[in-house]
C-alpha cells in the first residue's frame, strides 16, 4: 500500500533557500520524487498474481475437494478469494483459496452447463485494490467402483425356450424371473416391476455392497422360477419327464423357490396375500444372494450377524420356531429358518407386515419398524446396516396400485339388504340388517360387500360410533358410493373395527367388525 509523508519540512527549507539569494541554491530540489531528493516521494501498490502451475484439473467423482487458488503479493497484502462466471455456482471457495464442489459431482449425472462433465469456472484474488484472475476447468472423472454391473428390466417380456420348461422371461438386475406355459404374462410383468423397485439404486444406496450382491446374482446365476397355485397343483407333475428342462435350470441355477400365481385353488386369493406372497419368496431369492455374497449373513454360520439376530428374536419370544419344518434334516431346517427370518426382518422394517401379512403367520409377532428397533435391537441393526443402502422399499402405495387380473376375477363379493325401520329402543328411524335393527355385522377380508339401501338416508362406515354425527369422520378407502348403495372392499388394510351411519341422520346405524 502507498504511504504517503508529510510536506511541511519541505516548504520550510525552500523558503530559506530562497531567502539567501543564491540563485542556484534550491536547485537539489527534484519535485517527480527521483533519487536525487525523498521529499514528496511515495511506492507503488503491486497486483497480487495467481501463481497455480496448471489451469485444468482432473478430480474423480464422488468427492467434494476440487483444487486450490494459489497466489502472491509483493506488497503482503491480504487476500481474498472469489468464483465467478460458468459453473461457479456448483463451487464454493473459502477465504484460502480453497475451492470444493457444493455437492459432490456424479459422473453418471453431470450437472455442468454443457453435461460433459468439464466444469468451469473463474477464480480471482484481489488485495481490496488490485485483482488477479484465471481461467480453471475441473474434469470430473469416473469412479468405476459404484458403474451399475447390471441394469434393470427394460419392460418387454421375452417369450422363447432359453430357459426352458419356462416360456416366458425378463431380466431385473442380473436375476432371471421366468414363469411356467400356464402363468399369466401380466404375473410375471408385475413380478419383474416389483423386482426393478426392490433392486433399483437411489441416493441412499452404498453401490459397494450393491455391486456385490448384483455380481453375486450374476456368477451364481440366481434364478427365479415362477408357477401356478401351488407345486403339488401340477398334473403331471413338475419334473424332467413331464417338463424337459427342469433339471437343468435346478442343477446350473441359483434358485430356491417358486412364486406361485393365485387361482381358484390356492391360499393367496386376496390382492394382499398375493402381493405378499410374490415379497416373500422374491425376498428367499434376494436374501439367498445375501448368503452367497455377506459373511455377515451366512445360514451356515451360527455366528453370524443374521443367527445372532434371529437367536434374540426367538430368546425374546417375537420368532416362534416351535414344530416349524420338522420333515428336514437339522441343517436344512437351520437354513430355512434363518431365510424366513430374513424375510419377516426385511418386510417388518419396510413397514409393510400389517398391511400384507398380520396375521398371515404367527411365528413373528412384530409388526412395525419402530417395534422392532425397541424390540429386536440386533435384527434392527443388520436391517439398517445391510439392507438399507443395497434394497429398496417398494412401498405399499406402489404395491397397492398394481393390478392382479386372476385375483379380481376371482374376487368374492355379497350383497346385503338395508332398510329402514322406526326404532324400537326409542324415537326415530334406525337400519335393519336380517331383520335385527342396529344389528353389529361382521365383514370378511377378501370379499366385497355392497349394501343397498334408500336414497333417503345414504349408508356410510366410520372409525368413530355414529360417524359424522359422532365426531368423526367418513372412512372412504375402499368404499365406492352412489345414490341407493355403498360398496366396501374389505382388505387387511381396513380397520378392525367400523361403524355404519347414516349420513344425514343420527342414530341409525351399528357396529361392522372385520375378520380374517
Known amino acids: 500500500m502507498k504511504n504517503f509523508k508529510h510536506t511541511t519540512s519541505l516548504s520550510i527549507l525552500f523558503f530559506i533557500s530562497a531567502c539567501g539569494g543564491g540563485g542556484g541554491g534550491g536547485g537539489s530540489y527534484m519535485s517527480d520524487g527521483g533519487s536525487s531528493g525523498g521529499y514528496g516521494s511515495g511506492s507503488s501498490n503491486t497486483a497480487p498474481t495467481i501463481t497455480n502451475s496448471t489451469l485444468s484439473i482432473s478430480v474423480q467423482e ?28 456448483l463451487f464454493a471457495i473459502s477465504s484460502s483459496g480453497v475451492v470444493t464442489f457444493s455437492t459432490a459431482p456424479d459422473f453418471e449425472n453431470p450437472s455442468d452447463a ?84 426392490i433392486l433399483a439404486s437411489n441416493s441412499s444406496t452404498n453401490s459397494t455392497n450393491r455391486n456385490a450382491l448384483l455380481n453375486g446374482f450374476i456368477t451364481n446365476k440366481a434364478f427365479q422360477r415362477i408357477g401356478k397355485t401351488s407345486m403339488s397343483s401340477y398334473s403331471p407333475a413338475l419334473d424332467e419327464a413331464n417338463y424337459p428342462g427342469w433339471d437343468n435350470i435346478n442343477d446350473t441355477y441359483d434358485v430356491i423357490d417358486f412364486i406361485w400365481e393365485a387361482t381358484s385353488d390356492s391360499d393367496s386369493q386376496s390382492k394382499e396375500n398375493q402381493i405378499n406372497s410374490i415379497l416373500e419368496h422374491l425376498l428367499h431369492t434376494i436374501t439367498l444372494g445375501y448368503d452367497r455374497v455377506f459373511n455377515n449373513w451366512s445360514y451356515d454360520d451360527q455366528n453370524s450377524e443374521l443367527n445372532l439376530a434371529m437367536q ?16 428336514v434334516d437339522d441343517a436344512t431346517k437351520k437354513r430355512i429358518l434363518a431365510q424366513e427370518f430374513a424375510y419377516w426382518m426385511i418386510l417388518t422394517g419396510w413397514d409393510l407386515k400389517s398391511s400384507y401379512a398380520p396375521d ?21 441393526t443388520l436391517f439398517t446396516d445391510t439392507v438399507n443402502g443395497v434394497l429398496v422399499n417398494p412401498t405399499k402405495e406402489y404395491l397397492d396400485g398394481l393390478t392382479f387380473s386372476s385375483i379380481t376375477a376371482q374376487q368374492q363379493t355379497e350383497t346385503v ?9 326409542g324415537s ?51 368404499v365406492t358410493k352412489s345414490s341407493g348403495s355403498t360398496v366396501i372392499e374389505v382388505t387387511s388394510s381396513t380397520p378392525t373395527t367400523l361403524y355404519y351411519y347414516c349420513s344425514i341422520h ?11
Open 62 to 89: 464422488n468427492q467434494t475437494s476440487a483444487f486450490t487458488v494459489t497466489a502472491t503479493d509483493a506488497d503482503n497484502d491480504s487476500l481474498s478469494y472469489t468464483i465467478l462466471n460458468n459453473d461457479s455456482s
Open 114 to 197: 454443457n453435461s460433459d462433465n468439464i466444469y468451469s469456472l473463474t477464480a480471482s484474488v484481489s488485495d481490496g485494490t488490485l485483482s488477479d484472475s484465471k481461467d480453471f476447468t475441473v474434469t470430473v472423472t469416473n469412479d468405476t467402483s459404484d458403474d451399475e454391473v447390471a441394469s434393470a428390466w427394460d419392460g418387454t417380456l421375452v417369450k422363447d425356450n432359453s430357459y426352458a420348461p419356462y416360456d416366458k422371461h425378463a431380466t431385473s438386475y442380473a436375476l432371471i424371473l421366468a414363469g411356467l406355459p400356464d402363468v399369466t404374462d401380466e404375473f410375471v410383468i408385475n413380478v419383474a416391476n416389483i423386482t426393478n423397485r
Open 312 to 327: 434374540q428374536a426367538v430368546d425374546m419370544g417375537h420368532y416362534d420356531t416351535t414344530g416349524m419344518y420338522t420333515d
Open 360 to 380: 398371515a403367520s404367527p411365528e413373528w409377532s412384530v409388526l412395525t419398524a419402530a417395534e422392532m428397533q425397541t424390540k429386536l435391537p440386533l435384527a434392527h
Open 417 to 425: 339388504q338395508v332398510s329402514v325401520a322406526a326404532n324400537n329402543s
Open 428 to 478: 326415530g328411524n334406525v337400519y335393519v340388517i336380517d331383520g335385527t335393527q342396529k344389528k353389529s355385522i361382521t365383514l370378511n377380508v377378501g370379499i366385497t360387500y355392497t349394501f343397498t339401501h334408500s336414497s333417503s338416508h345414504p349408508f356410510r362406515f366410520s372409525t368413530t360410533s355414529n360417524g359424522t354425527h359422532g365426531g368423526g369422520s367418513e372412512y372412504t378407502s375402499g
Open 506 to 516: 343420527s342414530g341409525m346405524g351399528g357396529t361392522a367388525t372385520i375378520s380374517n
